[in-house]
């Protein structure tokens, strides 16, 4: 079992949808959870960041936790085809032997269609 | 402005070549990684390095080689016993320890010939 999951889709959605993207884990001890955005043949970028359980919102974006299910999402309000990307969850522990280490999803294709 | 610079950006090798994809960056910090990502595969860890003169393998080392000589630099080798190098490669690096995530460069896309 991979430490993180996520569907790769792709996914399809008309501007202005509210798009659901999630992940699942396995590992008890991750307690810091990352989205990064990922446009076509570019390094990916830092989005949301959150610690431990809870909801964080910036902008048309917003980030959940829910630890005791060991599952996280992003949510996007709005959508509008500059959103089209390949977002990937990532998540690390804060604590042992990996602290540091960011274990990511396999990232979810995006496109918003005008 | 910090930042990481990965170059080439794009490279061609021939079998049994060497390479060596060049990874510099100015923001200071101490722990660099290099992962390689596949379509429909995500990111996969080759290397990582936390501290200079120090290196780990990651998942996926068979076929690569790293150094860690300065602070600013983690250079990856991609050896002639790597049977499928095909990818696009990306270097990070961060703060180490209880940092908030990665700084990522733009990438390498390596395509053998």
């Known amino acids: 079992q991979k430490e993180v999951e996520q569907d790769p889709g792709p996914l399809s959605v008309p501007e202005g949808a509210i798009v659901s993207l999630n992940c699942t884990y396995s590992?008890?001890?991750?307690?810091?959870f990352m989205w990064y955005r990922q446009y076509s043949r570019k390094g990916p970028e830092l989005l949301m960041y959150?610690?431990?359980?809870g909801n964080k919102e910036d902008g048309r974006f917003t980030a959940q936790v829910d630890k005791s299910s060991k599952y996280i999402s992003l949510f996007i309000r709005d959508s509008q085809p500059s959103d089209s990307a390949t977002y990937l969850c990532?998540?690390?522990?804060?604590?042992?032997?990996?602290?540091?280490?960011?274990?990511f999803g396999r990232g979810t294709q995006l496109t918003v269609w005008p | 402005d910090g930042g990481i610079t990965q170059s080439p950006k794009y490279l061609f090798r021939k079998e049994g070549q060497n390479v060596t994809l060049s990874c510099e960056q100015n923001l200071n910090h101490d722990a660099m990684y290099w992962y390689r990502q596949d379509p429909g595969q995500g990111l996969r860890l080759i290397y990582y390095?936390?501290?200079?003169?120090?290196?780990q393998k990651g998942d996926i080392a068979e076929g690569y080689s790293v150094s860690r000589e300065k602070k600013e630099s983690f250079p990856l080798t991609v050896t002639s016993a790597q049977k499928n190098p095909t990818a696009f490669y990306l270097c990070?690096?961060?703060?180490?320890?209880?940092?908030?995530?990665?700084?990522f460069g733009s990438g390498t896309r390596l395509t053998v010939v």
């Open positions: 390095s936390q501290i200079v003169n120090d290196f």
């Open positions: 959150t610690y431990s359980s």
């Open positions: 590992n008890s001890a991750f307690q810091y």
């Open positions: 990070a690096s961060s703060t180490g320890g209880a940092s908030y995530g990665y700084t």
């Open positions: 990532a998540m690390r522990a804060d604590r042992g032997s990996t602290l540091g280490r960011l274990y």
